[in-house]
């Protein structure tokens, strides 16, 4: 396996470091040493310099500075003569080459002729001498401070990639929790409809805001009680047989507190035909401070809510598709070349969750640019449909039409463009809204759609100017 690039680094700076301090050892002598009249580098320093102490002149101080640099480099470049400590051969050691590094520092296994090979060899020694002789120069503060900086990055590579296992395997909980609920709610559906069916049962409605799934019964005035079961029995992920409690609410409202989390699955009361998406998350006014959540307009559109509407004038509803609760009414939306964006307020039943199942809760927000792109910075996301996915910037200034349901279409001017890290793709039809989060757990920007192994990604500081909202109540 080849010798990564930071340990290779490492490697060759801590050398540097520890040649740096030799040769400023030997140049401290020889600057002392190097009295009016007692030179013996008169090549690179006049007899009539004393490198010793500082001069008045500052003419005289100029020309000391430039003897002490060139004993400086002089000095630097015979160390790594000496020690044949050529930058060429620093840089090409590999585990494939192992005899480049065993000989890095003697002479004694190099062997020279009159050949083209060989003169070629001893020319790249000494300019590879020379350019590590440069280096040393530099000082060993110079390589200290810089090796500490490399380790540190090192640390700090090796703490991301822990966070990136354990995030993953919180990814896989997720998916198994969101799984249990899909087992529970196939289990809970066929009671449901013949419970409503019922005299006087009013609302039947899965409360799963606890710790522990109810099946709540509202009912009114008269009702047979016999034909209410007390649990629902189903079998889990793991074959184990387990229960719902059901339990009856007399003159109850059957609206609920229920809890409202990124990801879950949202739409319009009055939606074109299976037309869902995914609840991005919990932002707030800039202004006021106030609490809403955030997904795509073309998630929450319905057939008679118009494109240029941006200030609704009657409530339009959403539902949380998970439990059919009503959880909020839409405030304002927008599609325009840039996003494609729906705030919607939350009724006073719905708590809403800022914690993205397999990723966490992200509290700042970052532009992205041409580095995240030449650096492939690594994303995630967690959707309706395909749940926990981990992808990487392709593009940051992308143009892409997208068609609607309605058969419009628009040309967005610069979206990023997300390609999966793995096999599957990093998005589906219902993971719209979802929000991106890079690896640094910062919010990006927010899915809009997608084509083949692409994802499309809205960016998130447009967002937030368009809709006058923010990510924390910072």
């Not at 100029?62 to 470049?77: G, M, Q």
């Not at 062997?111 to 001498?129: N, Q």
């Not at 395909?386 to 001017?413: Q, R």
């Amino acid at each position: 396996m080849e010798v990564e690039v930071s340990d290779k680094l490492i490697a060759v700076t801590t050398m540097l470091f520890i040649l740096s301090m030799i040769s400023e050892r030997i140049i401290t002598f020889i600057k002392l040493w190097c009295v009016k009249g007692r030179s013996f580098l008169f090549i690179v320093v006049s007899d009539d310099v004393d490198t010793s102490i500082r001069a008045v002149n500052p003419a005289e101080e100029a020309k000391r500075s430039r003897s002490i640099l060139a004993i400086n480099l002089t000095v630097s470049f015979l160390i790594a003569l000496l020690s044949k400590a050529s930058l060429f051969d620093m840089f090409s050691f590999s585990d494939a080459h192992p005899e480049i590094w065993n000989n890095l520092f003697s002479w004694q296994n190099e062997t020279f002729s009159f050949s083209f090979e060989s003169v070629a060899r001893l020319l790249s020694i000494i300019f590879g001498c020379a350019l590590t002789g440069s280096f040393i120069s530099l000082g060993s503060k110079f390589w200290h401070d810089l090796l500490d900086l490399l380790l540190q990055v090192k640390d700090l590579k090796k703490n991301l990639n822990e966070q990136a296992g354990t995030g993953l395997k919180l990814g896989e909980r997720a998916n198994e929790i969101k799984q249990e609920k899909e087992v529970i709610k196939a289990a809970i559906s066929p009671y449901k409809k013949q419970l409503i069916q019922i005299e006087n049962i009013v609302k039947v409605l899965t409360n799963d805001s606890g710790e522990e799934t109810i099946l709540e019964v509202y009912v009114k005035g008269d009702f047979d009680a016999q034909l209410i079961p007390k649990a629902i029995f189903y079998k889990d992920l793991h074959n184990k047989e387990k229960s719902i409690r059901v339990e009856i609410l007399k003159g109850a409202n059957p609206e609920i507190q229920s809890d409202l989390w990124p990801a879950d699955a949202i739409a319009n009361i009055w939606p074109y035909k299976g037309n869902t998406g995914s609840n991005g998350g919990k932002v707030y006014d800039k202004t006021t401070g106030e609490e809403y959540f955030m997904t795509c307009f073309h998630v929450v559109k319905s057939p008679s809510h118009n494109w240029s509407d941006k200030y609704p004038n009657t409530d339009i509803s959403i539902k949380n598709i998970d439990n059919g609760t009503i959880c909020g009414t839409i405030k304002f939306t927008c599609r325009n070349t840039k996003v494609d964006v729906s705030i919607v307020k939350p009724n006073e039943k719905t708590n809403l969750k800022s914690t993205i199942p397999g990723i966490g809760t992200p509290y700042f927000s970052r532009n992205i640019g041409g580095d995240d792109v030449a650096y492939k910075t690594k994303v995630k996301k967690y959707g309706v449909t395909t749940k926990f996915t981990e992808g990487y910037i392709f593009d940051d200034d992308a143009p892409v039409e997208i068609s609607y349901l309605d058969g419009s279409s628009v040309i967005f001017n610069s979206l990023i463009i997300i390609k999966s890290l793995h096999t599957e793709r990093f998005s589906d039809k219902g993971d719209s809204g979802s929000f991106i989060i890079d690896e640094y757990n910062y919010l990006i920007g927010m899915l809009v759609g997608g084509s083949g192994d692409k994802s499309y990604v809205m960016r998130i500081n447009e967002i937030f100017d368009i809709t006058n909202t923010k990510i924390n109540r910072l």
